[in-house]
């Protein structure tokens, strides 16, 4: 039993070794809320993420043996970006105006730098090392964010947190700005105590700021309305109902972490791991006319060149472009009318319509 513990405890150090924030120990058991997975995909709020349904993948998330056999423990860890540095605690954009025309383009914070499934991949594997220097004949496998993990769930069971009205996983002085990993193993470690106290009280303040009402009750989340969704995952037209609500959010979206009162006073570093000053790629909040105009020039090839290495290349040029002409139509701002006509003679359809109801969208507020 102590050596158990005594290995559990060498893990943990090591695992903040390799740079981890927070690390836990969860049983690999079914997770507490699989039942509320499957209504979710019974809804159909997963949109076009088919991979999230697939039958097999489900299997996968309701039982962590299959991707490890003889799962007995996970290993949760996670890194702190902490918000916005440069933005005003809890502030939410307004409304866009001609007398407040803005042609800034905001990109979600985890998304500044490198991509955060590297980062993540590099220091799992640090960690892998030293869980095998310990069980040389121990079975474990890495996962971040795109295996078949339903992670926050077992971020609260390995005690990192509670899951918010947002549905993000909250740490009570670290707050939600961070990522999980984890290792599922066989080695079968003491688990540490879930974290079970609901923090959100009655507060609301998360659903009552979604600007397209995506935070339905029950902790659930149609992420067909999320801004997020609609801006990275959805490959076709985001809807026309949802355009305008977007703004000028070019990538991703914060706001239901940006008036979490947990994030206001977290304990959070200047920096993000995920920063990356030396390739000259900080996408924190750029003018999207220039962004677009240099973004329009590129081919496929030439996008992966630039973006590789960077979450943001994931809704490839097409996608970027789309959201770019989604933000210029909001900006409220004439300056961006001839980009939205370059735009607008985009080769990609998607592109092109996006631009033309950008341009309607600029004529009608500034008349
Ligand atoms: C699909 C996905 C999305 C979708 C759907 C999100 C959603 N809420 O379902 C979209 C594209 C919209 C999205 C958006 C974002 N995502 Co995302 N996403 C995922 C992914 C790949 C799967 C999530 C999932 O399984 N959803 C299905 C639902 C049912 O599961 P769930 O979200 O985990 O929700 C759990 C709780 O709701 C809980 N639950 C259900 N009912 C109840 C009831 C009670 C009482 C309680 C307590 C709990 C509870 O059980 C659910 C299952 O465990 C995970 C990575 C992973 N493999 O887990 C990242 C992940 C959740 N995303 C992450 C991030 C950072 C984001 C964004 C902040 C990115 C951004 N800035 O734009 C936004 C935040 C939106 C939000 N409020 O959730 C992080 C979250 C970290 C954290 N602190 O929680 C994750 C964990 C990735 C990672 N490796 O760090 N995401
Ligand atoms: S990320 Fe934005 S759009 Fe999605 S639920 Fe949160 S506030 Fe709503
Ligand atoms: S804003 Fe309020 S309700 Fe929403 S997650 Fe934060 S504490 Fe919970």
Known sequence: MSNRHDVRERIRAAALRAGFDQVGFAPAETPTHAEAYRAWLDRGYHGEMAYMAREDAVRRRIDPAMAVPGARTIIVVSLVYGPDHGRRAGAVEDPPSPAGARCEG??????????YHDVFEERLDALLAAVREEAPAARARRYVDYGPVLERDHAQRAGLGWIGKNTMLIHPTIGSYLMLGELITDLDLQPDEPFLPDRCGSCDRCIEACPTQAILDGRMLDARRCISYLTIELRGP?????RRAIGTRVFGCDICQEVCPWNTDAETP???????PPSGRPWRSTDMVSWAQELARLDEQGFKARYRGTALSRPGRDGLLRNLAVGLGNSGD???VSTLEMLAAD???LVAEHARWGLEELHSVTG
Not at 106 to 115: C, F, I, K, N, P
Not at 270 to 276: A, I, K, L, Y
Request: glycine share 4%; net charge negative.
């Open 270 to 276: 200047e920096t993000s791991p995920f920063d990356d």
């Open 238 to 242: 985001i809807p026309r109902e949802y």
């Open 334 to 336: 004439l300056t961006a």
């Open 106 to 115: 905001l990109v979600a914070r985890y998304a500044h730098g490198r991509d």
């Open 347 to 349: 080769a990609s359809e």
